[in-house]
């Protein structure tokens, strides 16, 4: 693999109903970048990933993200709610807390003669965050968001 560029797409899950169970983090690591199709295959991965769970994905404003074609697939998909962030509200995204957790530690000084020796420092540093049960929670709480339980229907 001498790719010229990759790309990752990740998600952080949080267990509403469930506080104390770990958050789970899923990734895709590819040569290039995202576009609808590439994101679309990703969401069927995570639809595996969760089996049958119904799953609530809060996004950026990526073009991608709310693109016609992904705005037709999402309304074929009812274990999904996709919830959007304001623009340009990164501090409001857990993920994005994960990229400088890789960023300072696994890729810090990283000059591969490939670009799949920085893909596989990145994957060690997305394994060392799977591991740790606290930190993907400490990505949350420096967003300041909560999770709720879904309020039981009547």
């Not at 576009?35 to 991965?45: G, K, N, S």
């Not at 074609?69 to 996709?82: I, K």
């Amino acid at each position: 693999m001498n790719w010229k560029r990759a790309g990752m797409a990740a998600a952080l899950g949080y267990h509403a109903a469930e506080a104390g169970r770990r958050a789970r983090l899923c990734f895709d690591l590819r040569p290039g970048s995202y576009d609808t199709e590439a994101l679309i295959a990703v969401l069927e991965q995570l639809k595996a990933f969760y089996e049958g769970e119904q799953v609530v994905l809060v996004w950026d404003g990526l073009s991608a993200h709310w693109s016609r074609a992904m705005r037709a697939w999402v309304n074929g998909q009812d274990w999904l709610t996709l919830e959007r962030l304001p623009a340009y509200a990164l501090e409001l995204n857990p993920v994005e807390m994960l990229w400088p957790a890789i960023k300072t530690r696994e890729l810090a000084n990283v000059a591969g003669d490939h670009l799949v020796d920085v893909a596989d420092a990145a994957e060690r540093g997305i394994n060392r965050i799977c591991e740790d049960d606290r930190l993907p929670w400490s990505f949350l709480a420096h967003t300041g968001l909560e999770i709720q339980p879904p309020t039981p229907h009547n």
